[in-house]
C-alpha cells in the first residue's frame, strides 16, 4: 500500500474543505471494507484518506414528518438491516441490507459506502491486466471472462454495479444529499450514477470535495407490495449476479404504479422504464407481466459467456412482480 496522510474529520465542513484542497488525491473513507482493498491492491492511491466515522451526526435512521426516513450516510448496514421500522414498512431495503456480504462486513460497511462502492470487476482490479476505466486502451472482459458482466449499458466498459442497497432504495424512490464546495444538492439516487458513455472513470456524480451525507426515503406506497430478490453464487458472502428490487402499488387487478430496478446488469443499477410504462395500468397477469419484461431485455446485449443473464433477469422479475 502507498503512503498516504490521514485526517479524522470532526465536521462535514472539515471533512470537505480537507477533500477540496487534496483534489483528485484525496478520498473519503466510511467503514473502509472497499477502500482498504483497492488500496492494497494500488488500483487506488490516494495522497489523503478523510474518515468520514469521526463526523458527528452523519449515523443515524431518523422519521421524517411525511412518514419517510432520513439516513445518514455513515449508518452502517447492520443498523439498517436490524431497524425496526425498515423491518415493518420497507421489507425490501430490509432484505436488501440483510443479504450483503457477511455479517461482520455489515457491522463495519456504511450505507454511503454501499452506494458508492468501485467495480468489482477483476479486470479493473488486477493491475497487471488492461482494463479501459484505469487509463487502458481497451476492456479485458470483451474477449476474456466475462460471466458477471454488463448485459445492460455498456459502452466500452461493461462493469457492473456492485451495490445491493441502491437497486432497493431507488425502487423506493430515494434522493441523496450531497454536501460540497457549492453547497448542498439534493437529487434523486438514480440520478447519482452515471455510465460509462458519461463519464468512464467514474460510477456517481461526485466531484472532488464533494461527499454524500444523507439518503432520504419516502413513505412507501399506499398498500404497495414489495420485492428484493438476489442471485448469487453462495449464500453467504458474495456478490449479486443479478438482483431484483420492485415496489409496486395494485388496485383490484390492475397495476397503478410500479417501479422496477435490476442489480448487476449494467455499469449503474438499472431502472426498467420500459417495463414500468407498459405494466402501469396494465391488469396484473402473467401475459402482460411477460410482455412487459420481454420489451424491457429486448436491449440487452450480452458478451461470449454472460447471456444466461438475460434469461435469469426475466426470471427474478417475473417473480418479484408476480409475487411468485
Known amino acids: 500500500m502507498k503512503s498516504f496522510s490521514y485526517v479524522a474529520a470532526g465536521s ?39 474518515d468520514l466515522k469521526t463526523v458527528d451526526r452523519l449515523a443515524y435512521i431518523e422519521e421524517t414528518p411525511e412518514g419517510g426516513l432520513r439516513i445518514g450516510a455513515a449508518t452502517t448496514v447492520a443498523d439498517v438491516q436490524y431497524h425496526a421500522g425498515i423491518r415493518e414498512r420497507y421489507p425490501l431495503l430490509h432484505e436488501a441490507a440483510s443479504r450483503v456480504a457477511s455479517q461482520q462486513i ?14 468489482r470487476c477483476w479486470y479493473y482490479r488486477n493491475t497487471l491486466t488492461p482494463c479501459l476505466r484505469r487509463d487502458g486502451t481497451y476492456c479485458s472482459a470483451v474477449l476474456g471472462d466475462n460471466r458477471y458482466h454488463a448485459i445492460l449499458g455498456g459502452a466500452g466498459c461493461f462493469i457492473v454495479h456492485p451495490s445491493d442497497l441502491a437497486p432497493a432504495l431507488i425502487a423506493l424512490d430515494a434522493e441523496v444529499i450531497i454536501e460540497g464546495p457549492e453547497g448542498t444538492k439534493r437529487m434523486p439516487l438514480e440520478k447519482f450514477f452515471v455510465l460509462p458513455r458519461q463519464d468512464l472513470h467514474r460510477e456517481n456524480v461526485l466531484k472532488p470535495g464533494e461527499i454524500l451525507t444523507e439518503v432520504r426515503v419516502p413513505p412507501p406506497m399506499a398498500g404497495g407490495r414489495q420485492a428484493w430478490l438476489k442471485f448469487r453464487t453462495r449464500e453467504v458472502w458474495d456478490f449479486a449476479i443479478l438482483s431484483v428490487a420492485c415496489q409496486l402499488q395494485v388496485v383490484g387487478t390492475a397495476i397503478r404504479d410500479i417501479r422496477l430496478v435490476l442489480g448487476a446488469v449494467a455499469p449503474a443499477p438499472w431502472r426498467c422504464h420500459t417495463a414500468e410504462g ?9 401475459d402482460a407481466v411477460d410482455a412487459a419484461i420481454r420489451a424491457e431485455l429486448a436491449r440487452a446485449r450480452p458478451m461470449t ?3 444466461y443473464k438475460v434469461d435469469l433477469a426475466a426470471e427474478l422479475m417475473r417473480r418479484a412482480i408476480l409475487g411468485d
Open 278 to 286: 407498459l405494466l402501469r395500468g396494465a391488469q396484473l397477469t402473467p
Open 305 to 307: 459467456h454472460n447471456a
Open 106 to 119: 455489515r457491522n463495519q460497511g456504511t450505507v454511503g459506502g454501499n452506494l458508492c462502492q468501485r467495480p
Open 12 to 50: 462535514v465542513g472539515q471533512a470537505v474543505g480537507a477533500l477540496q484542497r487534496a483534489g483528485d488525491q484525496g478520498v473519503p473513507v466510511g467503514g473502509g471494507t472497499d477502500l482498504v482493498g483497492l488500496m492494497k491492491n494500488r488500483v487506488v492511491t490516494p495522497e489523503l484518506v478523510v
